[in-house]
């Protein structure tokens, strides 16, 4: 595709990260997310873009409940491990704080501002690298003095667990 402004365009966004985490039977996974966005005031509605590279997204298609965990100012640490690493590779829930939610979902220790959705539908465009999960909200908590989020524009240093060609 040549240049016609789309990436500039998008980079203005710097959307704030988040951390997805799903459970299907007794598999977990989770990983960080850019594409998220609310989608409707009445219902409440919350979309999730997710990568088809994803183990994550492996799940998820299957999945009725996921949980968005926002990511804070300062925890690139957490964006690291949730944004470097594969679950193809690594039990990402291993050595983090966590524990079980609504419908069995891992709800990070790390990260508190959450939302947690249930699925109304799926959107999978097939030449598209990524899914639309779309969940209406079930659950919201954001601490009363949460710091900002964790941007994109603060993760510019770390590799993805897959690259965009992996889909």
């Known amino acids: 595709m040549t240049d016609h402004g789309f990436d500039r ?3 203005r966004n710097n959307p704030p990260l988040v951390v997805v985490t799903v459970q299907v039977g007794n598999e977990l996974a989770g990983c960080m997310v850019g594409f ?3 989608a409707s005031i009445e219902p409440e ?3 999730v873009w997710l990568s088809k590279a994803n183990r994550t997204t492996r799940l998820a298609v299957h999945a009725e409940h996921l949980a968005v965990h926002y990511l804070r100012a300062g ?4 964006a690291e491990h949730w944004g470097s690493l594969t679950g ?3 039990d990402k829930f291993a050595d983090v704080d966590w524990e079980p939610g609504p419908h069995g979902l891992p709800l990070l220790g790390a990260c508190p501002d959450r939302l947690v959705l249930e699925r ?3 959107v999978d ?3 598209a690298d990524h899914v639309c999960w779309l969940g209406r909200v079930e659950s919201a908590h954001v601490a009363a003095d949460a710091p900002g989020p964790f941007r994109l524009s603060d993760a510019g240093g770390l590799t993805p667990g897959h690259p965009a ?3």
């Open 125 to 127: 465009v097939a030449r």
């Open 75 to 78: 925890q690139i640490d957490v």
């Open 165 to 167: 060609e992996d889909t």
């Open 9 to 11: 365009f998008v980079d």
């Open 120 to 122: 109304v539908e799926l």
């Open 45 to 47: 509605l919350y979309a």
């Open 36 to 38: 998220h966005a609310q």
């Open 88 to 90: 193809d590779a690594t």
